[in-house]
């Protein structure tokens, strides 16, 4: 999601994040979950990969105008 390296060997820097949300009919097959920051998968939540991306656009716009000004 992030881009960000992930070292596996530290398990407290990571999360395993559902692709598909459980509460958008995912499931917990490893088909579905992938590894991303801790950070990311709490800003993520319940939003699939295409719906975070969309809020982080969102987001960048937002802000990106607000420092020009």
Do not use: W
């Not at 530290?10 to 994040?17: E, G, I, L, S, V």
């Not at 949300?21 to 490893?30: E, Q």
């Amino acid at each position: 999601l992030t881009g960000q390296a992930i070292d596996i060997n530290k398990p407290r820097t990571y999360h395993f994040d559902h692709i598909i949300p459980v509460s958008k009919g995912g499931d917990n097959s490893l088909e579905n979950l992938g590894i991303c920051t801790k950070e990311a998968n709490f800003a993520k939540r319940d939003m699939t990969p295409e719906e975070f991306i969309e809020l982080c656009k969102k987001v960048v716009e937002y802000n990106s105008c607000k420092l020009q000004t």
